[in-house]
């Protein structure tokens, strides 16, 4: 007798099993609003079904509220359905002295907090359902009763920290540029010893010190922290929005014993001062868990120390919130989603590549598709995304990793930087077999990723084949829409950036407010200059790699330059004219510009 297979062999267990879990009306309001998109919803649904938490927390893990308008759109509808009035102008609101009776964690957990609106009136700011459960404890705990209103996470957050910080005098101290009996401590401290010094719970003023300084670099949002020696003082430096800004000076005599520390926490040998270290450690700061890279770098005055700021759960935006003007975002869309080759995106260090790249991610992946990366390091987290982090001690390079990487039947391939031979190698053949391969390269402009690969080795005839296309990148500092003011160009800008009458005309200046840290600007957006590769470049490719001819080409072809985007930011009131210059200029410019100031 014959009997079918799937007659013997039943296997109950292993059948496609159905949607158990309803799905919250939240998701479908949201997603009839727009803010999820079709393409996203099947992987939420399925994500949902394993999730342990609320609809409103999922949405935040998820990124689907990374940008405040998406943020805005759910707490519209959160008010409706709980009956809640929203929080307006939260930057006003303090915490109240009685949310000290609750532990900080309480208040991050539960997502809710108790303040003080400007009027002294008290309220409890919830971001979620569950939170709003919690307002009969608190009534309990810290013995005051509030009206209840809708905030964000973000601005609880920032509540809660503020709360944290009156526990913590010395953050009051940096704040206020360290008070005199902080200084004549950390000074009288010089000699600590090493024990202290390893203690991360230790109130010895050096702990306290970086602590402090980190935590603020957090809430600032730096990217970086220096700490610069000189001859009297070191100087603590952040990166706030590409920009180098003093924050700090310390007495000269504080700083070994700062660098020394930093060590302990990254693992450096803190006897070796003339030779540079490199190393990394993870820490809490203002209410987040984030990793820190360190470099150590002997100078004539003392040791220059920079530290990198990763956020370990900071959210991947949508492509939609990068910045990008809609041509150009069509434009990236139809070559992201292609189903083999090589796509680049190009610019330096701090330029936000690896945000794009992720951005990117996160727009194609779904359970259909096997995405493995190849990181140093793994900057962003994603669910569903298999990420590998270089160990060059232990010999796992790009090139080994990448190796292994093909061999585990991917559709996408993520390689964070392409920085040898043998890497552009691997990854040409990678895409020539099938597969999307996405990466990053140091060049000032989309053409030039074409000479750099030719000059590591690939073959122009390879590059031509495999290469889909080149997105050189800007990240330029939004304006504060507070403070800017109307301003036409200096007749030397006008110039230098080819602005027309109209732009012009449509030119703002950076002017300062308490709001953006009197910078004048408030956030970055992307500039970007997008070149597809098509048949007759592929062909000047294959004949003459030259970036000038293939930049010439690429114009003809409707290629729009950096310096495009910059002055199409300029024109829509979202940029200075200083600002794109800063970002897009080159020798010919300074050329340019001299020899206009010559002709006035």
């Known amino acids: 007798m014959r009997h079918h297979f799937h007659a013997l062999f039943s296997f109950p267990q292993l059948r496609a099993k159905k949607p158990t879990r309803s799905i919250p009306e939240l998701f479908v309001t949201l997603r009839a609003q727009g803010c999820i998109r079709e393409a996203q919803w099947n992987t939420l649904v399925h994500k949902w079904e394993s999730f342990r938490g609320s609809a409103e927390e999922f949405l935040y893990r998820s990124g689907i509220l990374a940008s405040r308008d998406k943020e805005e759109a759910m707490l519209g509808i959160l008010a409706e359905q709980l009956g809640l009035t929203r929080c307006r102008e939260p930057e006003l609101y303090r915490v109240h002295p009685a949310a000290q009776n609750c532990p900080q964690d309480y208040w991050l957990r539960h997502a809710c907090i108790l303040a003080l609106r400007p009027d002294d009136a008290p309220v409890f700011l919830c971001s979620e359902q569950a939170g709003l459960q919690c307002l009969a404890d608190v009534f309990t705990l810290c013995g005051v009763q509030a009206r209840p209103l809708l905030a964000s996470r973000r601005e609880i957050s920032r509540l809660v920290q503020q709360s944290q910080d009156r526990r913590n005098p010395e953050a009051e101290n940096l704040e206020s540029e360290f008070d005199a009996d902080f200084l004549e401590e950390l000074q009288s401290s ?139 975002l069509r434009l990236l869309e139809e070559l992201v989603h292609i189903s083999h080759g090589i796509v680049l995106v190009t610019g330096p260090t701090g330029s936000g590549k690896t945000t794009t790249l992720y951005s990117i991610l996160r727009q194609i992946q779904g359970p259909d598709k096997n995405i493995l990366t190849i990181e140093d390091p793994v900057e962003y987290r994603l669910d569903g995304v298999g990420q590998m982090q270089v160990q060059e001690k232990i010999g796992l390079s790009f090139a080994q ?105 449509s030119a703002y200046r950076a002017v300062g407010c308490v709001q953006c840290r009197q ?82």
Do not use: W
């Open 519 to 600: 910078t004048g600007y408030h956030g970055r957006r992307a500039l970007v200059e997008i070149m597809p590769v098509d048949a007759e470049l592929q062909r000047c490719i294959s004949r003459t790699p030259d970036a000038t001819a293939l930049r010439e080409h690429a114009v003809r072809a409707g290629m729009r330059s950096l310096r495009d985007a910059g002055r199409r930011a300029l024109a829509a009131g979202l940029t200075s004219p200083d600002e794109v210059f800063r970002v897009t200029r080159n020798l010919e410019d300074l050329r340019c510009l001299t020899a206009v100031s010559a002709e006035l």
């Open 190 to 328: 010089a000699e600590m010893p090493q024990s202290e010094l390893l203690d991360a719970t230790s109130e010895a003023p050096f702990v306290r010190l970086v602590n402090g300084i980190l935590s603020c670099a957090v809430r600032e949002n730096a990217s970086d922290v220096h700490f610069d020696p000189g001859e009297e003082h070191c100087v603590v430096r952040f990166r706030l929005d590409g920009v180098l800004t003093e924050r700090f000076t310390l007495p000269r005599a504080v700083h070994p014993p700062t660098v020394s520390r930093i060590k302990i926490l990254s693992r450096l040998d803190i006897s070796e001062r003339r030779l540079p270290q490199d190393g990394r450690f993870s820490m809490t700061l203002a209410g987040q868990v984030c990793d820190v890279r360190v470099s150590c770098l002997p100078t004539a005055y003392g040791e220059r120390v920079t530290l990198r700021l990763l956020a370990k759960e900071e959210k991947v935006p949508d492509l939609e919130e990068l910045g990008m003007f809609p041509e150009d």
């Open 401 to 505: 990793g990448l190796r292994s990487i093909v061999r585990q039947d991917p559709d996408v391939i993520l390689i964070g930087e392409i920085r040898d031979s043998q890497t552009a190698q691997i990854a040409v053949q990678a895409a020539l077999t099938g597969h999307l391969v996405f990466s990053t390269l140091h060049t000032n402009d989309a053409p030039s990723a074409v000479t750099r690969l030719v000059d590591m080795g690939v073959e122009p005839y390879l590059v031509a084949s495999v290469l889909r296309g080149v997105v050189a990148q800007r990240l330029v500092r939004r304006l504060c829409t507070q403070c800017r003011e109307a301003a036409v160009p200096t007749a030397q800008m006008q110039a230098v950036l080819g602005l027309s009458p109209e732009q012009s005309r």
